[in-house]
């Protein structure tokens, strides 16, 4: 079986600063991944490199068995029919109506008319337990886990086959962090698709993943099924999942 | 510092920035011309960078053709009935109408967009428009090149009469002139060039004020002190810009050989 997303020796350095030294990933069809890891470990840019926000200097990104390291124009929009991407802080555009944010994708993409596309919005902010009463606001008169829900609504509204989801949970209390959790699970699991997550909330982790990879100076040091990731047996593995600041992972502070 | 280093560093810069001005400039013209063409949005753009700065272009080219006036007056002795409209109307049509108006909007909008771009940028919204399989040149730039091109010439056709009005006002109520003279001489001294020649300029300017928005708010980065940096850099170089263009094209319009 071709694996949906694949990855191998992807490099990538911004000026002297190597982000990526030759990631190898790969997702199958109907999986989720979960890439953790500490800040500025390389995961937004492993992300972004497959969405094509960034390109990388070397190695090879395959979705479908199809390369897209160097698509552009036409050919790049038409992989990314394929994506649903939830951003951390959900990046919605603020001067559209939260209903024409999730149907940004139908009206634009798919040449859908506002009617109806309309009709397809309410449903999905639905989906993610938002009424229509908060289709006519503006996304800045929202709240956070809100906005996040908006977010997720507009990720699933042109029916993707694979969603990309930016540290769902960062930035929310514990229990609205549960809700989304709980929320991407579900969808994922309706939906039946494929997603690729990067987070450094464990509890997060272990709910929305099957399989867990730990990203550390831009490689991927550990990848399994989460079962068991509490006997990895690796060193770096356990000092990020227990949180613990002592470990062979040392932190740049300046005491 | 050796000073050499200094200078070359300067140029290299300078040089740089050219070339990066020109590369987003060779993707976002092409996406004007291409569909999809959001007219919506064009629209849309047209109402902001046109319709809501016919105020402040109203306002100085009416100050603009007044003080005009005034100055040919207080410098002429003789014939002063004649020389005063048509160098208020030559005066406001080839320069000061286009180079007033363009300077207004480019510190009006130039700014405005800059801003707008730049905080989609940090906020991550440009990123979202490419994950919705939408090119961020033909939803956000291409509208407000479009919509500058065209509204600008009309700013400045209805800054023209105005400006010229400025003039009739204080010819007319301050310095005792008659009405209708004023009139027949500023539209004896005036020629289609004169007019078609500042309307260019203005269609020029309209695309350098909408490219220099576009361009430092597009590429900004680095948050809150990015987007200032890069709403500032806009305006002052969409000002430069279009007084450089201003030189180049009168030298064109009416330079030597003529």
Redesign the interface.
């Known amino acids: 079986m071709t694996p949906k997303i694949e990855l191998k020796g992807v490099f990538k350095r911004f000026g002297p600063k190597v982000v990526l030294d030759g990631v190898d990933l790969s997702v199958m069809p109907g999986e989720s991944l979960v890439i953790i890891g500490g800040s500025g470990t390389g995961k937004s840019v492993t992300i972004k490199s497959v969405l094509g926000l960034v390109t990388p200097d070397k190695g090879s990104i395959k979705v479908d068995g199809q390369e897209v390291t160097r698509l552009t124009g036409r050919a790049r929009e038409k992989v990314n029919q394929k994506f649903g991407m939830l951003f951390q802080a959900a990046a919605l555009f603020d001067s559209l109506k939260v209903w024409e944010n999730v149907a940004f994708a139908l009206i634009q993409g798919r040449g859908l008319g506002r009617a109806e596309a309309k009709k397809i919005a309410l449903q999905k902010l639905a989906k993610v337990g938002l009424g229509p009463e908060v289709a006519e606001l503006s996304p800045s008169e929202l709240s956070g886990g809100m906005q996040k829900r908006v977010g997720l609504a507009r990720a699933i509204a042109a029916e993707p086959e694979i969603i990309f989801f930016d540290e769902p949970t960062t930035g929310l209390d514990p229990i609205m962090a549960d809700v989304i959790n709980d929320l991407i699970v579900a969808t994922v699991k309706e939906m039946g698709v494929t997603t690729l997550s990067i987070t450094h909330d464990m509890t997060s982790a272990r709910k929305i993943a099957d399989k867990i990879a730990m990203l550390y100076k831009g490689k991927i040091i550990w990848s399994g099924r989460k079962e068991d990731i509490d006997k990895s047996g690796n060193p770096y593995v356990d000092q990020f999942i227990h949180g613990r600041a002592e470990g062979p992972i040392k932190m740049e502070v300046v005491r | 510092m050796n000073p050499f280093a200094l200078v070359g560093r300067f140029v290299i810069a300078f040089l740089s920035e050219i070339g990066r001005i020109a590369a987003f400039a060779s993707k976002a013209v092409p996406a004007c011309f291409m569909p999809?063409i959001y007219f919506r949005l064009v629209a849309q753009q047209m109402m902001r960078i046109g319709f809501f700065s016919l105020p402040v272009v109203g306002l100085t080219a009416f100050f603009t053709g007044g003080a005009l006036a005034l100055q040919i007056f207080i410098g002429s002795d003789v014939g002063a009935e004649t020389l005063v409209p048509q160098i208020v109307g030559l005066g406001i049509t080839r320069e000061l109408g286009p180079v007033m108006a363009g300077l207004m909007v480019a510190g009006r909008v130039s700014a405005a967009i800059a801003a707008e771009l730049g905080t989609?940028r940090v906020?991550?919204?440009i990123?979202?428009l490419?994950?919705?399989?939408?090119?961020p040149f033909k939803?956000l730039v291409a509208p407000r090149l479009i919509a500058a091109v065209i509204t600008m010439p009309i700013l400045v056709a209805i800054a023209d009469i105005i400006g010229v009005m400025g003039g009739w006002v204080v010819g007319v109520y301050s310095l005792d002139f008659n009405s209708a003279i004023y009139l027949k001489n500023t539209a004896n001294g005036l020629e289609y060039g004169d007019v078609t020649s500042g309307l260019w300029k203005a269609a020029v300017f309209g695309f350098i004020i909408a490219l220099m928005g576009c361009f430092h708010g597009y590429n900004s980065k680095g948050g809150a002190q990015g987007v200032g940096a890069a709403t500032t850099n806009a305006v002052v170089s969409a000002a430069i810009l279009i007084l450089a263009a201003n030189y180049v094209m009168t030298s064109i319009f009416f330079g030597a050989g003529r």
């Open positions: 999809p989609m906020t991550e919204q990123d979202a490419v994950t919705l399989s939408t090119n939803y």
